[in-house]
C-alpha cells in the first residue's frame, strides 16, 4: 500500500484527510479498542495525570456531562457569533447552561443549515482523534498571519516553533485494523459509544529538529474533560484539569515535572440530545475558577471550507474542493496563559460516502459527521511579558471561505 503521510501544504480532499486522520495512532496511554457502551450518562471518571507517547502530558475528567472553552483572538473577520478583537479572551459568546443544553432551540434533521449544527455533529467534533503522537512523526501546524489567514514564510516565520496541536479520547473509540504492506495497523473511526476522556494539548514539535532555531517562548498546554455518547445524548464533564507549563524556548522535555495544574469546574452539566439544533455563536459551556481563570468551548461560527493553493488563494482556473462547515473553539483564559484553538469541520450534508478502494479498511463510518478541514491557534503574548498581540499558527490546506484574506 501506498505511504499515506500528506505534506503539510498539499491540497487534499475530504477523503484525504480522513484517511490521514484515521491513520495516525500508536499512543501509549490507552489500547486502541473501542469504547463499550455504557448505561449511565454520569459515569465518573477517575482522576488521572498521565504521560503520552507523544510527550503530551495528560489530565482528568470529571463526571461525564459538562463542555466549553474561553478567549478568542481574532485579527480581520470575526466568525459568526464573535466580536473582531486582536486579543485572546475577548468577544465570545455569552456561554449557556443547564442540562437541556443551553441555547439549543429546536431540533434537526440534517447535519448542518443555516442557523447551526446537530448535537450528533458536535458528538463527532469531538470523538475524532487527530495529530496523536505515535512511531511516526505528528504533523506540525505553522506559524500564520492572523486569523484565517495563510502561512508565514522567510523572515516572517524566523524564530517561531511549530506546534502539535493532539486531540484524542483516552479510552479511545477507534479499532485496529490490519493493513497489508504496512508495518503498523490502521486506526479505523467508532462512534464514541461509552464514557471516555477528552484530551487536547499543544506543544512544540521537537521531532527532525524542527525546534531548532525557536526564539519565541511558548507554554504546553494538556487538558482533560470526561465525555460520554450514548443513547442519543451528548455529555461533556462538569470538571476540568489542566497542566501548564512555564514559558521555554524549544521543545519542553521536563514538561511532567515542572507544569502547573489548574482544576475548574462548571456551573452544572451540559447535555444535548444528538438530534438537537445547536446555533451557531453559542458558547457551549464555560469551566472556570474563584479566581477568574477559564476555559469555554464555542461553537463559533459557519466556516464553508474551502481548498486552495499552495500561495493559500483561490485557483480562478478551476473549481475548488468546498464544503459546508463550522468552526467549533476552545478558548483557554488563565492567569499565564491567554489562548484560542479552532477547529473547522468540513460538515457533509448528507453521511460520508466511503472512497473507491477504502471501504475494506473501515475508514468511513455512516455516523461520521464531520471531518477536520482547518485547525488555526493564537496565543497571546501580554502573558509572556512581550508586547505585540498574538501569535498566530494553522494546519491543513483549507480555509474558511469568505473570512480573513481569501481570494
Known amino acids: 500500500m501506498e505511504s499515506r503521510y500528506i505534506p503539510l501544504r498539499t491540497p487534499m480532499t475530504a477523503v484525504a484527510l480522513s484517511l490521514l486522520l484515521a491513520a495516525c495512532g500508536g499512543d501509549s496511554d490507552s489500547s486502541n479498542t473501542a469504547v463499550s457502551a455504557s448505561p449511565d450518562a454520569s459515569t465518573t471518571l477517575s482522576s488521572t495525570d498521565t504521560t503520552n507517547a507523544d510527550g503530551t502530558g495528560s489530565s482528568t475528567a470529571g463526571d461525564a456531562g459538562s463542555s466549553d472553552g474561553s ?23 455569552s456561554a449557556s447552561t443547564g442540562s437541556s443544553g443551553g441555547n439549543a432551540l429546536s431540533t434537526i434533521d440534517q447535519n448542518i443549515s443555516d442557523r447551526g449544527i446537530s448535537g450528533n455533529v458536535l458528538r463527532s467534533m469531538l470523538d475524532h482523534q487527530y495529530n496523536k503522537g505515535g512511531p511516526r512523526d505528528t504533523p506540525s501546524a505553522s506559524p500564520a498571519d492572523g486569523r484565517y489567514g495563510w502561512y508565514l514564510s522567510g523572515d516572517a516565520a524566523k524564530g517561531m516553533p511549530y506546534i502539535t496541536i493532539a486531540v484524542s479520547l483516552n ?27 477528552y484530551r487536547l494539548a499543544t506543544y512544540v514539535q521537537s521531532r527532525d529538529g524542527i525546534a531548532r ?43 511532567d515535572s515542572n507544569k502547573e495544574t489548574v482544576q475548574l469546574s462548571a456551573a452544572s452539566d451540559y447535555r444535548v440530545n444528538t438530534n438537537t439544533l445547536l446555533p451557531f455563536g453559542q458558547a457551549i459551556q464555560t469551566w472556570s475558577d474563584s479566581s477568574g481563570q477559564k476555559v469555554e468551548l464555542v461553537l463559533q461560527g459557519s466556516c464553508p471550507v474551502v481548498i486552495v493553493q499552495q500561495d493559500g488563494q483561490l485557483d480562478p482556473s478551476s473549481d475548488p474542493m468546498r464544503s459546508p462547515g463550522a468552526e467549533l473553539c476552545w478558548n483557554v483564559d488563565l492567569k499565564n496563559l491567554k489562548r484560542q484553538i479552532c477547529m473547522m469541520y468540513e460538515v457533509p450534508t448528507e453521511g460520508p460516502k466511503p472512497a473507491e478502494g477504502t471501504v475494506t479498511y473501515e475508514y468511513f463510518h455512516p455516523d461520521s459527521r464531520s471531518g477536520i478541514g ?34
Open 71 to 93: 478567549s478568542s483572538s481574532s485579527e480581520a473577520g470575526s466568525s459568526q457569533g464573535g466580536s473582531t478583537n486582536a486579543s485572546v479572551g475577548a468577544g465570545t459568546p
Open 374 to 407: 482547518l485547525i488555526e491557534m493564537a496565543d497571546e503574548r501580554s502573558v509572556y511579558g512581550e508586547a505585540k498581540g498574538s501569535y498566530y499558527w494553522r494546519q491543513w490546506s483549507g480555509r474558511c471561505e469568505g473570512k480573513g484574506n481569501l481570494k
Open 213 to 255: 532555531g525557536v526564539t519565541v517562548p511558548f507554554r504546553r498546554l494538556s487538558m482533560g474533560v470526561g465525555i460520554s455518547s450514548h443513547a442519543g445524548q451528548l455529555s461533556l464533564g462538569r470538571t476540568m484539569t489542566l497542566g501548564v507549563g512555564p514559558a521555554v524556548i524549544g521543545a519542553d522535555y521536563n514538561h
Open 171 to 197: 479510552p479511545n473509540n477507534y479499532v485496529d485494523i490490519a493493513a497489508p504492506g504496512s508495518l503498523w495497523p490502521f486506526l479505523s473511526y467508532r462512534p464514541l459509544n461509552g464514557s471516555s476522556e
